[in-house]
């Protein structure tokens, strides 16, 4: 067996949805963590060329955007994507529905929750006091 073989695809502990309940809702909504390749295509759709010094186009970071993507990313249940929710909320596509589904405070909420299960939550002051310790 290699010095490896916990890295293996079929050895790694597959990871479970998370539930977040909302004041708002009678159900919680379920979240997933999301890979780094996911992550990373996200961050992509995210820059805009905007003109810069002398109208030079500049390539600039959406931050909103990107979180308003991880986050849509993340939602397992309800499914952003089902027509008849969308149709209730009368928007098309997953971004907008996340837009009119949640208030400010929950999509807060809901980032913080995908960060911390995707791993990159936490403080950096802690986790080195840890280790000193």
Not at 87 to 113: D, H, M, P, T
């Amino acid at each position: 067996m290699s010095k490896f073989s916990s890295f293996m695809k079929g050895n790694v502990k597959q990871t479970e949805t998370v539930k977040l309940k909302l004041e708002r809702f009678e159900e919680p909504i379920e979240l997933r963590p999301l890979t780094a390749g996911e992550a990373d295509k996200i961050n992509e759709k995210c820059f805009v060329n905007k003109p810069g010094i002398k109208g030079r186009p500049e390539r600039v970071f959406d931050v909103v955007k990107y979180n308003r993507g991880i986050n849509t990313a993340s939602i397992v249940y309800p499914d952003l994507n089902d027509v008849e929710l969308q149709e209730s909320y009368g928007v098309r596509g997953a971004e907008n529905l996340f837009s009119e589904l949640f208030y400010l405070g929950e999509a807060s909420q809901i980032l913080e929750k995908v960060t911390e299960i995707s791993g990159i939550g936490g403080n950096i002051n802690e986790d080195i006091e840890e280790a000193k310790n």
